[in-house]
């Protein structure tokens, strides 16, 4: 790893507008690129990824229906958001990424592969949604004020990011991405459909998975790995459902396997 005097101290904003849609991206580092994909909710931020900036060029944009993106309310399957990411990457004019996605986002990440894996380099899916797994459901419905605390194995690890009195602007926030998200369940973001092609993924593949999950059962990962040809896991003891949140060391791991 280099020294600690090469990670930055925070991104650069970045506002693109992909194919018509305001789009606000996260960039720190030189190198390789590595695109980030988050998951369902973005209120804990991305500081855990600026150590991959001393290496990689990191690009962390916030879907469309999260953050502080425009809606899209025309995007309204996993599939539109491949294509979404197929013309970042075109605009960008980058011939191939290190993608890298948790959650909701490793499905977008294992969904964009399929159909455009000549433009990912190596893959890495940290506890992924998408694959139905008989006897171990995932976790879909919580009350709001529930989830925090079902993310991780240490509360305290994300504490920071949850205020005690939220304002109106937060809760807004919550809402709307918590509506994007009910949107791609109600598209089939967990169902069959990745079952038939996950053979397609056809590059390197790193499976990580935090072995306190409470929301998409670590069990999963078995699963991901039979039908990825050649794919690896990785399963971090201690984490749940935000395992670079929760620790620092999967982060440098999936530094080594991109490297």
Known sequence: ?????????????????????DVIMLTAGSGEPLLFFHGAG??????????????????IPYHPGWGESADAPEMTTPD????????????LKLDKVNLVGISMGGRFAATFTIHHRRRVRKLVLICPAGLVVPGSPHISKLPPEDIPKYLVNDFSVIARHVPQSPSAEFQAAREREGASFGRMMQAGLVGPWLDRWLHRVNVPTLIVWGDKDRLVPPEHAQAWAKLIPGSKVLMVPGAGHLVPDEKPESVEEIAKFLA
């Open 1 to 21: 790893m280099s020294s600690a005097s090469t990670i930055p101290a925070e991104f650069r904003r970045e506002k693109l507008k992909v194919n018509g849609v």
């Open 80 to 91: 539109d958001y491949a294509l979404h990411y197929l013309e970042l990457i075109d605009q």
């Open 42 to 59: 973005t209120w804990h931020g991305f500081d855990f990824a600026l150590p991959w900036a001393s290496r990689f060029q990191v690009m």
